[in-house]
């Protein structure tokens, strides 16, 4: 039988006007030069350097030389801390401008895509809490904007849209998620991403297991090309958004020729 849940469902810190409540200013005795943006910035500090299994706040009251009891005065709870922090972070996804509608929006997808990957590379704690938290903060909301509107506009139906929006993003979710957490098992051992790469490869190939595997990939791994980890990853990633603009072109150009009149198709000339 289900534990009957205890009072009201945490939802987001984003509702119910919790955001703004206490975000900035103390009552007396209160720390000065300490509000919520500041709690929030080393907050994301904290967990770009120690991980966010490591993160508490106790750990960030000490950081912030001050007392926890300090900072719950600007946050309710941790959970509301981190929501605050994802957005926080999100803040660094450049955007496409949202008037250029003459820009070719297979180089808008490419800039987001891009953008959202690497936000996931630098800061590798973005990706579990982005599947915790509802994620609707100003700039996560901002982000969404600016993907929709730039898969509006390639030709899809309406029935499609979030159906492309899934394909492209929740690739670029994982295929981030995998480099950030590669990245960060490479500095947890103290070793170049290559220095890793190769101690991994020559460890595996002399497992009898695996070695058959690596022989059949041969052929793949050396048409890939890259001389390092990071190119190697890179032409990967950007093989794949390839094949997801493709995939969208392919899809709109089926759609014009089911339309089009019997006998005319959309892809005939003249």
Known sequence: MAKPVEGPARTSVWLDGKAVRRSSGGRAGQPSGLDRDRITEVTVRLLDAEGLAKFSMRRLAAELNVTAMSVYWYVDTKDDLLELA????SAQLRLPDPEADDEDWRDQLRMLAGEYRAL???HPWVSPLTGTYLNIGPH?????RAVQRVIRRTGLPARGLTGAIAAVFQFVYGFGTIEGHFITRCNDAGMTQDAFFQHAMSTAGAAPEVADLM???ADMMAARGGGTVQEMRDRDFDF???LLVAGIEAMVARQDDESAPPGISSSSGD
Do not use: G, I, K, N
């Open 215 to 217: 022989r059949e990939s």
């Open 240 to 242: 794949a958004l390839e």
């Open 86 to 89: 994802l957005d926080a972070a």
């Open 140 to 144: 996560a909301q901002a982000f969404s």
């Open 120 to 122: 996931l590379v630098r």
